[in-house]
């Protein structure tokens, strides 16, 4: 009788131990998801509602390419994939873009990018949006370009 009930309780105690660390298991996912949820905000409804580009001191973060270097009338080509832009400073020729505006404000979505461009470079073809430290206090840049 005693090796049924210690095995009983070696069994419920195992159990116990399951699903505490099923539960604990869950919680960190909860806490991982919550946390990536956070870094993914958008900027504030007021800073969407300003369609204005506001000066600001260049963003000391390190851009990838010449992005953070890049100004309007300048070419760029993308050096990266189509998923992940990175401009570098190029000739203009055939494959470049001509930046035609550079746009320093915080962007809450695409329709808003879009609708900068449209406002700051009527005719642009296509836009880049680049925001070099996403968890920061850094402005998003909108580079407005059409084909060179």
């Known amino acids: 009788m005693d090796d049924d009930t210690a095995s009983g309780r070696l069994r419920a105690v195992l159990r116990w131990l399951g699903a505490a660390a099923a539960i604990a298991g869950i919680v960190g996912v909860v806490f991982q998801v919550i ?10 409804a007021q800073a969407s509602a300003d369609a204005s580009p506001t000066p600001a001191a260049p963003p000391t973060a390190r851009a990838s390419g010449d992005e953070q270097f890049v100004q309007v009338g300048q070419c760029v080509r ?11 400073i190029t000739p203009c020729g055939s494959g470049t873009w001509r930046v035609l505006a550079r746009i320093e404000q915080s962007v809450a979505d695409e329709a808003q990018a879009d609708a900068l461009c449209e406002a700051q470079a009527p005719g642009f073809a296509d836009y880049h949006y680049s925001n070099w430290a996403k968890r920061s206090g850094y402005l998003d840049v909108v580079f407005c370009v059409s084909p060179a």
């Open 78 to 88: 993308n050096v990266g994939e189509a998923a992940t832009v990175v401009y570098e």
């Open 35 to 44: 946390e990536w949820a956070g870094s993914r905000d958008t900027p504030s």
